[in-house]
């Protein structure tokens, strides 16, 4: 038999005690394991905000380097930042989390809709 440890200092006792539990199915215990491995811990959390930080700094420079102005630091800075998204999904892959970069990363793809010609709807001209 298994020992858990109940915390009672929200009772006023101020001391643990403990009691035996009962030993979980090794198919429940495989489950838990696996669930507790995919619960969006600190480290998920701080890989999805490396990843998408990284990807908005990599389509900026990307955007300059369309443009054929890209200078040595900003090549050596767009290095850094696909690296940094790499290294963020392989944290994310070993966790079994893509699906919360992988959304963002496909919807980024999706071209922008066409930018409106012409002037604006809601201009007004003050008469001088």
Do not use: C, F, N, W
Request: hydrophobic letters at 45%; a neutral charge.
């Amino acid at each position: 038999m298994t020992q858990s440890t109940v915390d009672l200092t929200s009772t006023g006792t101020g001391r643990a005690i403990t009691r035996p539990t009962a030993p979980l199915p090794p198919a429940a215990s495989a489950a838990l394991a696996s669930l507790e491995a995919r619960v969006a811990g600190p480290h998920v959390l701080r890989a999805v905000a490396v990843y998408e930080a990284a990807a908005t700094h990599a389509a900026a420079l990307a955007a300059v380097a369309e443009s054929g102005r890209m200078s040595d630091l900003e090549a050596d800075s767009l290095a850094v930042a696909e690296d940094l998204m790499a290294g963020a999904r392989s944290r994310l892959a070993a966790a079994g989390m893509l699906h919360l970069v992988d959304a963002e990363h496909e919807k980024a793809k999706e071209p922008l809709p066409p930018r409106p010609r012409g002037p604006h709807p809601y201009r007004v001209t003050v008469g001088v």
